[in-house]
């Protein structure tokens, strides 16, 4: 008994709240059942469909169209729907699915009867004779075989795979006849020519979408009277044909666009050439990925025999192209290239792009394909679906991976088809509004809960993936070199080989050596390691030099795999193994520290653990770790030893991206300070014992001035500590006995700090005391005045603008800074005369200190806009301004150049110029140190040592060439400040 009563008109009266529960919310409801015109158990039936339907509103809309538009050409659809209970599904399904084909069956209402139970499908399309008529007649007829493929999809006859395989089949039936209609258009190019059409891409691999881009190359072969020029002339003008029939917008509609991109040089390229120009192409110019994209290359359309033969023919090239060098970083470099231009708001909706969705399965399919297809024929198959089994069945992949692969990528690619047939637009991004989600939930199953279903779904499906991918590539080189468990699918030794080449491992035979010294046996550390390799190889891999990485690691795993934390941290805290990775990927300097000091991996999970240590920390920590030994040489072992710890804490942060810019340059002059501080301690400790009598303090204060870079609070990892020390004698002592005590003092500071040994040395350079190094190392604050007074050069006042008296005696730091201060902050600034004496030893500079040979424009230091340029452009401010401009009193570099803005000396534009190449210079000299482990003032040329500076600098190892780029442009704008402003 229905629910439905009858008005006095006799149309049916449904009340809104059973139209609610149902799903119709829409208020044209009413009108559209009024269209309907159902009553009883045919009304219930309908809103039975419609209530199954993923958006009610649009199934109700559909069918109330179809019926209207029948009705006004008699065609006798309303009967049909209340007697055939599939025909009513069908319809229901498609319209409640796709208001686009909703809309098709309104404007061909005849069309209905392709989806009777029973009816005989309709023609092909290359036999329809209103397809072959015109293109209007084929976008209609195209929509019409995609109305069956829809409805045997929505309602499960048909599985994705064979959806799918539909409408590739389609594509080639529409490009056929859009062909022969191009072909009657332009008979006499038709002539002169054999063209095929080849299709690439999802179409090309049989999985093509509902809307997709159809990628296609054509090739032309010249008609036996017809010239070379003239067939690629007509052979060009079939194809552009072709391609306007298929994408134009008319009233009838679009199909989908025809995109010949991947053609040899691209849009810049002949649309068709001839076999032969394209594999003369392929064999000199083509780039890895475009063996790819060649990987599904199959005839579609057009002359079979030709399509054929091109396909044989680039077959041979796509299975040796893994052979090429650096075929595998081009491949990962497009994916790379392809997430990097996802807009930053879709990078969580993308289904194909996005991290865990359909690109990512793709991509680990074919890079399996094509590491493994040379030697095995089986996987030379163009289906995405297919190669998965084909790779399963070989051993590539496990049996419970490639099954769970395959049914999330099953996933993503009915949901990716729900998605596009709403409006039949192409779209790969999930829109952000609940309700298309919740439309799109009730399309893929979800009833009660279509939201949150759906998306809990499918943040399943993205990690499912993502660890699958991990898994595909990794796990099964562990198979190959580890005791594992009976009945586990094994690579062979020479497919594991051709893995690690692929992933860019130089030396496989080395990395198997490594893998299988971590994983082999049945202790609970080589399991531990079977567990972790998966993902630490991937990670390496994604490095400049994987196999450093991957011995590095081996390294740190042979000095802590004993210890209780080790494996069980990198285990439990995906973070520290990840963290790990990256440091012994990208930082030579990190790993070598890192290996003298292997508990400190211990940091790596704790980002607070990374952060540099407070100044007074550090300072008392050595200075008590120093007075704690009564042997000097322990004592400043202990002090080296914290050196040591410091320095890995610092470079681990700077290449997990956790100290930037300034940060880097003032933890290490803390570390440094605090180092010079201790080292003071146990060197005075030593001569006490050596020159005095027990009890008895030394006859002289003591201070080291901070000089330099260390002055500056601006040390990179390549920088010594230049300094200059200075004494008081004590009440009572000789100038001699004192200056000799002082003498001594720094002497073993300096041998102290400077000797091998298991921790780093520290240079002390005191070469910018007074007469240089002709003079002596250490001066009585009396002999500083005296010499300042008498003999003091304009160089020596711009070095002391960096002088910092912090280590040692107070009081005599604080009087030589007294001192000082006049002469470098003069208070009537500099006379002309000075100000040429600083321009010619800048110009003396420039001339005599680049390296012979050296690109001056890759020099950090000393070439144009580099450290230098801003620094004596900062340092000739402030011995002009600084008597006059208090906040020009500083030793660091950046506050003096905002000091200047302040106060009117320099625009804020050209400041902003000159910090940012300063900046750079100081990252780039401190990313070379990481990567090389040894110092360098310029670019790097070696493109090893470029990749690696690039991935430091949190760019793909394959952007070097940006380096130089980067670092040009900034130098260039700061070297015109220099010109304006320290040279004019």
Known sequence: MTSAGTSGTDQPVISAGRLARIGVQSPAASDHLRTLDLHGDDLDRVLAQIAAAADPDAALLGLAGLVAAADRRRIPVRSALTEDAGLLCRLAAVCGSSLALGDHLAAHPDQWQDLCTGASPPQVLTADPQAAEDPDALRVAYRRRLLGIAAADLTGVSTVDEVAAALSDLADATLEVALRQAASRLPEQANRCRLAVVALGKCGGGELNYV?????????????????????????????????????????????????????????????????????????????????????????????????????????????????????????????????????????????????????????????????????????????????????????????????????????????????????????????????????????????????????????????????????????????????????LRLSTKAALQRLTALGYEDPRGALIHLEALTSGLRRRAAIQRQLLPAMLGWFADGPDPDAALLAFRRVSERLGGTYWYLQRLRDEGEAAEH?????????????????????????????????????????????????HTDPAAAIEAVRTMRHRELCRIALAEVLGQLAGDEVGEALTQVTIATITGALTAASAAVQVEQTAP????????????????????????????????????????????????????????????????????????????????????????????????????????????????????????????????LRWPADGLDERAVTEVRRIKSRVEAERLPRGADPAAQLKLGPGGLADVEWTAQLLQMRHAGAVPGLRTTRTVPALLAAVSAGLLASEDADDLIDAWRLAQRLRNAVMQVRGRPADSLPTNLRDRAGVAYLLGWSPLDSERLSDEWRRAARRARAVVERVFWS
């Open 695 to 822: 009890d008895e303090p030394l006859p002289v204060r003591l201070a080291v001035v901070s000089m330099g870079r260390l002055g500056g609070h601006e040390l990179g990892f390549a920088s010594d500590a230049d300094v200059m020390f200075v004494y008081v004698p004590m009440a009572g002592t000789a100038e001699r006995a004192a200056g000799a005590a002082a003498h001594a003092v720094a002497q073993q500071m300096r041998s102290m700090l400077a000797r091998p040994g298991g921790a780093p040395p520290l240079e002390l350079d005191a070469g910018l005391r007074p007469e240089g190094r002709q003079g002596p190392l250490v001066r009585s604050l009396a002999s500083y005045a005296a010499y300042y007074d008498r003999w003091s050069q304009p160089w020596e006042a711009q070095a002391l603008l960096r002088a910092e008296a912090v280590i040692g005696d107070p009081e005599v730091s604080a009087r030589f800074t007294a001192l000082i201060d006049p």
């Open 580 to 628: 790990l990775a990256r440091v012994l990927n990208g930082s030579r300097l990190a790993t070598d520290l890192l290996l003298g000091t292997p508990e400190a991996v211990a940091l790596l999970g704790d980002s607070d653990g990374l952060r540099p240590r407070a100044p007074s920390v550090l300072a008392t920590e050595m200075a008590a770790a120093a007075k704690r």
């Open 212 to 488: 997709s881009d159809v990628d296609v190359v054509f090739v032309h072969e010249p008609a036996a009277d017809s010239s070379d020029e003239a067939a690629a002339r007509a052979a060009s003008r079939l194809a552009a044909e072709l391609m306007r029939i298929c994408t134009d917008h008319t009233a009838a509609g679009t199909i989908w666009p025809v995109d010949a991109g991947l053609r040899p040089e691209g849009r810049s390229g002949p649309l068709s050439r001839t076999l032969a120009g394209h594999l003369g192409y392929y064999e000199r110019w083509a780039d890895s990925w475009e063996f790819q994209a060649l990987l599904k290359a199959r005839p579609a359309a057009g002359d079979a025999d030709l399509g054929r033969s091109y396909a044989e023919a680039v077959a041979v090239l796509v299975w040796r192209a893994g052979e090429r060098p650096g075929f595998v970083p081009e491949v990962q470099a497009m994916r790379r290239k392809v997430v990097e231009h996802i807009p930053s708001g879709e990078a969580g909706r993308a289904l194909k792009l996005g991290p865990g969705g359909l690109r990512d399965v793709e991509f680990a399919v074919q890079l399996l394909q094509l590491v493994h297809g040379r030697s095995d024929e089986r996987l030379r198959v163009a289906s995405t679906l297919v190669a998965l089994d084909a790779l399963t069945a070989g051993g590539y992949v496990g049996r419970d991976d490639g099954a769970a692969l395959a049914q999330a990528y099953r996933f993503l690619r009915t949901m990716e088809h729900r998605l596009q047939l709403w409006q039949l637009r192409r779209t790969h991004v999930l829109p952000d509004d609940d309700e298309t989600v919740r439309r799109l939930g009730r399309a893929m199953g979800h009833r009660t809960k279509p939201l949150m279903g759906l998306r809990s779904q499918w943040q399943e499906c993205i990690r499912e993936v993502r660890r699958l991918h991990e898994k595909l590539f990794y796990r099964p080189l562990l198979e190959a070199v580890a005791a594992l468990p009976a009945g586990e």
